[in-house]
């Protein structure tokens, strides 16, 4: 069996800082990280999604944590084709894109795309160069479905991040239908691409199955929870969903059996309310101690 890590996809949602979680002394930036990481081997960088990071706040992240701790780091939205608002590109390139609410990345002009993604994997060089950048995740959009142009994208996209690693999470229910699942996996194996294997509310057009599959050397799992308030613009109720004991025992052992298949499994919460995220992965952690 490889290894298996356990983190969450936050250490500074406003809610978290508001719980009580971290101690009364923890009170900056760096005592909140340095805390974190001595509780949970990674933890997911989701603030990088909103707006790409400058390279000085990447190493700080490296400088925080110690030998052996581990960030995944969500892809900037205009680069995994969400809607971008203009006013989150560099200060430089604004001026550059339509003067829209948001743009997309067919809206961008080429030498723009250019520079955002050169930018983007620059800040996190420091990052990778010491070893702590596992992976930066793609999640694309509920209107990325499964196609020829979108392999290639999902191809491009491993292209451009070399020698970073990328893994990809789907919100398009099409990748793994009960048609497309087998070709999916396959696809994302020949290629050595870690596809994020998702637990979530189902019955929505964003909706994919919890299917638990490695298809690299590297497996991710998200946990999404199963808030019956998904559909709402109200981030804290979308993933406000506190996982029950024997949710997590059931998940135990198909995370155990996810970790045949690979030399490192990540799993991370992505139940960031509160914090759900940070209780529920110690839990899990424990769990996957005990015998069996």
């Given amino acids: 069996m490889g290894n298996i890590l356990v983190g969450t996809a936050s250490w500074t949602d406003k809610t978290l800082l508001e719980s009580g979680w971290y101690p009364p002394e923890v009170k900056t ?27 000085r706040t990447a190493g700080y ?26 006013g989150a590109l560099y200060k430089d390139l604004r001026e550059k894109v339509p003067d829209k609410k948001n743009v997309y990345l067919r809206d961008v002009p080429a030498e723009v795309v250019e520079e955002v993604w050169q930018r983007f994997l620059d800040a996190l060089w420091p990052l990778h160069e010491a070893g702590k950048l596992k992976a930066l995740l793609f999640q694309f959009p509920q209107w990325f479905p499964i196609g020829r142009r979108n392999k290639e994208y999902i191809l491009e996209v491993k292209r451009r991040c070399e020698p970073m ?13 009960e048609d497309n699942q087998a070709e999916t996996l396959d696809f994302l194996t020949r290629y050595g691409v870690p596809y994020v294997s998702v637990d979530m509310p189902q019955g929505h057009p964003s909706s994919i199955p919890p299917v638990f599959a490695a ?13 019956d308030k998904w559909t709402s613009k109200n981030i804290h109720e979308r993933f406000g969903y506190f996982y ?7 998940l135990a052992p198909k995370v155990r059996a996810l970790a045949e298949n690979a030399d490192t499994t990540q799993v991370l919460f992505n139940n960031c309310c509160q914090d759900y995220a940070q ?9 996957l101690k005990e015998p069996g």
């Fill in 29 to 55: 930036a760096e005592e909140r990280l340095k805390y974190y990481a001595s509780q949970f081997p990674l933890v997911e960088v989701d603030a990088t999604y909103y707006a790409p990071p400058a390279e």
């Fill in 165 to 177: 690693r990328v893994c990809v999470e789907f919100r398009n229910k099409t990748w793994m239908s």
């Fill in 244 to 250: 029950g004991d024997e949710e997590l025992k059931e």
């Fill in 215 to 227: 298809t690299s050397d590297l497996a991710v799992v998200r946990l999404h929870g199963h808030s």
């Fill in 279 to 287: 209780r529920n992965a110690a839990q899990l952690a424990a769990l």
């Fill in 61 to 86: 992240w490296r400088d925080r944590t110690p030998e052996g701790f581990t960030f995944n780091v969500k892809a900037f939205s205009l680069l995994t084709q969400h809607p971008t608002r203009p």
